[in-house]
């Protein structure tokens, strides 16, 4: 086995939000539609396993100013609410 393929790999800064702006609102300074793009916790665990990433920090995304409610869910185990 190489050294490389025993190393722990951490993603230190990902960025995760839903497209459902009536559960998750974005400040009021955010005009119009997130651009059509997947950034839940879905996609990034599926991508995450692709690669051989074992964990990540996820950082709030500023339009969500700080409600956390997505963040909150994703960590209770809810991804999929």
Do not use: F
């Amino acid at each position: 086995m190489s050294e490389i393929s025993r190393m722990t790999i951490i993603d230190t800064h990902v960025r995760l939000w839903h497209q459902d702006r009536e559960r998750y609102p974005s400040k009021l300074w955010v005009q119009g539609a997130l651009q059509p793009h997947d950034g839940t916790a879905e996609r990034l665990v599926d991508l995450m396993d692709r690669v051989g990433v074992t964990a990540a920090l996820n950082v709030q995304v500023p339009w969500y100013g700080e409600d956390n409610r997505y963040q909150v869910s994703i960590i209770a185990g809810r991804i999929n609410d």
